[in-house]
């Protein structure tokens, strides 16, 4: 007989419930290695995040002088020497390679880095807790106060933590749209209530997002909401290293002073002295001994606090380190440990960087500053003239990406003594039309060729268009075809 499933075990699976209710973590502060590498790199990202859009970058008479400018208006990327039309999607593509390639990498080497050191959650929660510790005192305090109810005092502090909050949320998304427009110009118009509705909107957006996330969801982002630890666990190997706790050396864990008796009876014994130190600090509230967890963003804090206990205790630190299970049971089998960074996959990874790179790279000195773009008309595709002659008619689309106005000559090669015409642009020479383009601007032109009856090809043939920069002898050449009705 099928047995009944009720509602509470659609809600279980092989490790427990799938519903737990929420429970606010404390994290307690910690000082050492990790928290110091943590700092350091808060300060750098915050910094470059912050500072970035006021930084200057000369391009010449007109042109933006903003290191790093998204300008949608002219539908421009700046990045200090680097200049993307829309033209160029293809180098984002890149981008986003490089990038993923690079956190497999990260992932490949030393397990979650990305999401413990760099991701933008892990960044800002800290910075938010720095504030919450500042305010309302470590771990401990807060433990109390919570279970102790407000106050006045502690109303306050609170009023006064949410207000920083707030300042930095709001500052963080004052500082995303400085990228979309110049910097020190859009501040000024904010402060006096002049900047497009966009620009408020957006860091209203943005503030009441870093707010939330970064005050309130906290390690419910990186546990419940984000992609990325379910996706790195399909992506690690055997090899990676990972915060681990080593429990070859940790086990049997027992108090100190338990521990201190038998080791003076010479009976065996672990190092953890079970004192929870690793769990207080841990920013997702997580104990690491019970082996590597979704939930662990392997930000190493947990190494610290673990180091500190053993130091006092004297004994051996990295008891939970940057470790693999692969050396665990070595040193359980009594052999050392070995570390393995050059393998296939992490070479993989770097030769795939390298590659996107150098294409990139070459792509980008090579790049043209002329471009031609053609599109042969649909309806009708060719009209026969009273004289027999066949006409094809095209859409020109020219780029000039130079900072400057610059005469251009367009020639077509196709069918025999074909003859070419640009629509609209009287002035032009009619058998090497020219035209000027204007600095920094796409042009659209329409152009018809035109076959001569007794040279009608009666068929679809190439045709090339080449555009030639009169002055700088640059040229841009593209080909479709033509055809005969
Ligand atoms: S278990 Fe350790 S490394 Fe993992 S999140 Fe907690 S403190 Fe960070
Ligand atoms: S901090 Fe170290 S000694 Fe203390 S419980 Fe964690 S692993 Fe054990």
Same mark, same amino acid.
Request: charged letters at 20%.
């Given at each position: 007989?099928?047995?009944?499933?009720?509602?509470?075990?659609?809600?279980?699976?092989?490790?427990?419930?799938?519903?737990?209710?929420?429970?606010?973590?404390?994290?307690?502060?910690?000082?050492?290695?990790?928290?110091?590498?943590?700092?350091?790199?808060?300060?750098?990202?915050?910094?470059?995040?912050?500072?970035?859009?006021?930084?200057?970058?000369?391009?010449?008479?007109?042109?933006?002088?903003?290191?790093?400018?998204?300008?949608?208006?002219?539908?421009?990327?700046?990045?200090?020497?680097?200049?993307?039309?829309?033209?160029?999607?293809?180098?984002?593509?890149?981008?986003?390679?490089?990038?993923?390639?690079?956190?497999?990498?990260?992932?490949?080497?030393?397990?979650?880095?990305?999401?413990?050191?760099?991701?933008?959650?892990?960044?800002?929660?800290?910075?938010?807790?720095?504030?919450?510790?500042?305010?309302?005192?470590?771990?401990?305090?807060?433990?109390?106060?919570?279970?102790?109810?407000?106050?006045?005092?502690?109303?306050?502090?609170?009023?006064?933590?949410?207000?920083?909050?707030?300042?930095?949320?709001?500052?963080?998304?004052?500082?995303?749209?400085?990228?979309?427009?110049?910097?020190?110009?859009?501040?000024?118009?904010?402060?006096?209530?002049?900047?497009?509705?966009?620009?408020?909107?957006?860091?209203?957006?943005?503030?009441?997002?870093?707010?939330?996330?970064?005050?309130?969801?906290?390690?419910?982002?990186?546990?419940?909401?984000?992609?990325?630890?379910?996706?790195?666990? +399909?992506?690690?190997?055997?090899?990676? /290293?990972? #915060?681990?706790?080593?429990? @070859? &050396?940790?086990?049997?864990?027992?108090? *100190?002073?338990?521990?201190?008796?038998?080791?003076?009876?010479?009976?065996?014994?672990?190092?953890?002295?079970?004192?929870?130190?690793?769990?207080?600090?841990?920013?997702?509230?997580?104990?690491?001994?019970?082996?590597?967890?979704?939930?662990?963003?392997?930000?190493?804090?947990?190494?610290?606090?673990?180091?500190?206990?053993?130091?006092?205790?004297?004994?051996?630190?990295?008891?939970?380190?940057?470790?693999?299970?692969?050396?665990?049971?070595?040193?359980?089998?009594?052999?050392?440990?070995?570390?393995?960074?050059?393998?296939?996959?992490?070479?993989?990874?770097?030769?795939?960087?390298?590659?996107?790179?150098?294409?990139?790279?070459? +792509?980008?000195?090579?790049?043209?500053? /002329?471009? #031609?773009?053609?599109?042969? @008309? &649909?309806?009708?595709?060719?009209?026969? *003239?009273?004289?027999?002659?066949?006409?094809?008619?095209?859409?020109?689309?020219?780029?000039?990406?130079?900072?400057?106005?610059?005469?251009?000559?367009?020639?077509?090669?196709?069918?025999?003594?074909?003859?070419?015409?640009?629509?609209?642009?009287?002035?032009?020479?009619?058998?090497?039309?020219?035209?000027?383009?204007?600095?920094?601007?796409?042009?659209?032109?329409?152009?018809?060729?035109?076959?001569?009856?007794?040279?009608?090809?009666?068929?679809?043939?190439?045709?090339?268009?080449?555009?030639?920069?009169?002055?700088?002898?640059?040229?841009?050449?593209?080909?479709?075809?033509?055809?005969?009705?």
């Amino acid at each position: 007989m099928n047995k009944m499933v009720s509602p509470g075990d659609l809600l279980m699976d092989d490790d427990g419930p799938l519903y737990v209710a929420h429970k606010k973590v404390y994290p307690q502060s910690v000082s050492g290695t990790f928290r110091n590498i943590k700092w350091r790199l808060m300060a750098v990202c915050l910094g470059i995040y912050y500072l970035l859009p006021f930084v200057r970058w000369n391009r010449g008479l007109g042109a933006p002088d903003q290191a790093v400018l998204i300008d949608f208006p002219n539908r421009r990327f700046y990045f200090f020497f680097i200049e993307l039309w829309p033209q160029e999607v293809y180098y984002f593509t890149g981008l986003l390679i490089l990038a993923a390639v690079s956190l497999f990498l990260m992932n490949a080497l030393g397990g979650r880095i990305w999401c413990g050191y760099l991701c933008p959650q892990t960044v800002w929660t800290d910075l938010f807790y720095a504030v919450e510790r500042w305010l309302e005192g470590d771990r401990r305090e807060r433990i109390k106060a919570d279970a102790a109810g407000m106050n006045a005092g502690r109303a306050a502090k609170r009023v006064l933590k949410h207000t920083i909050w707030l300042v930095i949320a709001w500052w963080t998304g004052g500082a995303w749209v400085l990228y979309f427009a110049d910097a020190p110009t859009l501040v000024k118009d904010l402060a006096t209530f002049q900047a497009p509705l966009v620009a408020y909107i957006w860091i209203a957006i943005l503030t009441l997002s870093t707010y939330l996330l970064a005050g309130f969801m906290r390690e419910q982002v990186c546990v419940y909401m984000c992609p990325w630890p379910r996706i790195q666990a +399909a992506l690690t190997d055997e090899w990676a /290293l990972n #915060v681990t706790y080593k429990y @070859d &050396r940790g086990e049997a864990r027992t108090s *100190l002073k338990k521990a201190n008796e038998l080791r003076a009876l010479g009976q065996p014994v672990g190092d953890c002295i079970d004192c929870y130190q690793c769990v207080a600090v841990c920013p997702t509230g997580i104990d690491i001994r019970n082996g590597s967890q979704l939930d662990c963003i392997q930000c190493g804090l947990c190494i610290d606090a673990c180091d500190a206990v053993m130091t006092k205790i004297s004994r051996e630190t990295r008891l939970i380190g940057y470790d693999n299970d692969i050396n665990i049971h070595r040193r359980e089998a009594g052999k050392p440990p070995v570390y393995r960074i050059v393998r296939p996959r992490t070479i993989t990874y770097v030769a795939m960087i390298a590659a996107v790179g150098a294409i990139m790279l070459y +792509a980008m000195l090579t790049r043209t500053l /002329l471009d #031609v773009n053609v599109l042969h @008309d &649909r309806n009708p595709i060719a009209v026969k *003239l009273a004289d027999g002659s066949i006409r094809n008619a095209y859409t020109v689309r020219l780029l000039n990406k130079r900072g400057f106005d610059r005469v251009i000559a367009i020639d077509v090669d196709g069918p025999v003594n074909a003859t070419l015409h640009v629509i609209g642009a009287d002035s032009v020479t009619q058998d090497r039309p020219m035209i000027i383009l204007a600095r920094d601007t796409t042009t659209e032109l329409r152009l018809l060729v035109t076959a001569p009856a007794e040279n009608n090809p009666g068929k679809s043939v190439s045709v090339h268009f080449r555009v030639t920069d009169i002055g700088l002898g640059e040229v841009a050449t593209t080909t479709d075809h033509f055809v005969s009705p």
